[in-house]
């Protein structure tokens, strides 16, 4: 049975780079015979958060809400692509993400953050960490961290040149670990339920 993947991207700027890692990320998973499935915020559309899904009456949430609300709960396994807006979060993925709490429960997440800079994101990354560990998933120990982005993946989503060539060298491993986490996982709740 295929892992079924929801990759989630949150940038809302006009010339947004990001969405290459995110299309890498859905292609490479892909050929690994998961079934990945890229939600972008911006797409999503949901305001900023006033009531999280849970707190609308049972079929009273808005449509968007309701229907990520079901792929989330789903999906085997999460990937959020983050970018680093001021050593932190993007606001979009973080609004997105909020939404939502016990549909995320008891599934794994890994995070691939990115930049323009050298730093390839990886304060975004630090601090998703912990939010998602608080949501209630288990982060992968596994990093995927890319930068300068323009240099490493092109308007296609391909790598390109030693950047490229790294991020194509660091990707199994880091699939690999969400292949694993996801499995144990799914076979752990099909033998005991969750606590809560």
């Known amino acids: 049975m295929p892992d079924k993947i929801l990759v989630f991207y949150g940038s809302y700027r006009a010339d947004r780079m990001g969405i290459r890692l995110a299309d890498y990320i859905v292609a490479q998973l892909k050929a690994r015979g998961a079934e990945p499935e890229l939600i972008d915020a911006q797409a999503v559309g949901l305001p900023m958060l006033d009531r999280m899904y849970k707190e609308h009456p049972k079929g009273h949430a808005p449509a968007a809400m309701e229907a990520l609300a079901g792929k989330i709960r789903a999906a085997d396994a999460f990937v959020f692509v983050t970018g680093e807006y001021n050593w932190g979060v993007q606001p ?87 292949a694993w986490w996801t499995n144990a996982a799914r076979v752990q709740r099909a033998t005991q339920a969750p606590p809560y």
């Open 92 to 178: 979009g993925l973080k609004n997105l993400t909020d939404h939502f709490l016990e549909e995320w429960f008891w599934r794994p997440a890994a995070i691939a953050s990115y930049s323009a800079g050298r730093f390839s994101g990886v304060r975004s990354g630090t601090a998703w960490h912990s939010i998602l560990s608080e949501m209630g998933m288990v982060v992968i120990s596994s990093t995927l961290a890319v930068g300068p982005i323009s240099q490493t993946l092109d308007g296609a989503g391909e790598p390109t040149g030693d950047a490229g060539k790294s991020l194509a060298k660091a990707f199994p491993r880091w699939a690999d670990d969400l």
